[in-house]
Nanobody, 125 residues
Framework: QVQFVESGGGSVESGGSLRLSCAVS????????IGWFRQAPGKEREGVSC????????EYVESVKDRFTISRDLAKNTVYLQMSSLKPEDTAVYYC??????????????????WGQGTQVTVSS
């Protein structure tokens, strides 16, 4: 059974920083990717960033480039999303997800097989 432990959400003022963590266990894969998605109230879920476990290649949605950095700890099967220069429009529930068969990574939620429970990020102006 695939299990997620997401942490790091919270409330910050505009310009602040947060680091989200996503630890995944209970799966087998020859190559996987982990993605971060977010959903704001009244909006559709969007892909924020992803990283491929083996090759380390990454993707970012345009709105977070140069502000967010995704990284991985292979030994811990954990992915981090360092979020800096946060804006009120970054307010959302952030979800991590795993794509169990991946040679790259994509910000397409249809690629992902399992999802975490989500963590709230609130940025006040």
């Amino acid at each position: 059974q695939v299990q997620f432990v997401e942490s790091g959400g919270g409330s910050v003022e505009s310009g602040g920083s947060l680091r989200l963590s996503c630890a995944v266990s209970g799966f087998r894969s020859n190559g996987y990717a982990i993605g971060w998605f977010r959903q704001a109230p009244g909006k559709e879920r969007e892909g924020v960033s992803c990283i491929n476990r083996d090759f380390g290649n990454t993707e970012y949605v345009e709105s977070v480039k140069d502000r967010f950095t995704i990284s991985r700890d292979l030994a811990k099967n954990t992915v981090y999303l360092q979020m800096s220069s946060l804006k009120p429009e970054d307010t959302a529930v952030y979800y991590c997800a795993i794509d169990l068969i991946a040679t790259s990574c994509y910000l397409d939620e249809d690629e992902y097989d399992y999802w975490g429970q989500g963590t709230q990020v609130t940025v006040s102006s």
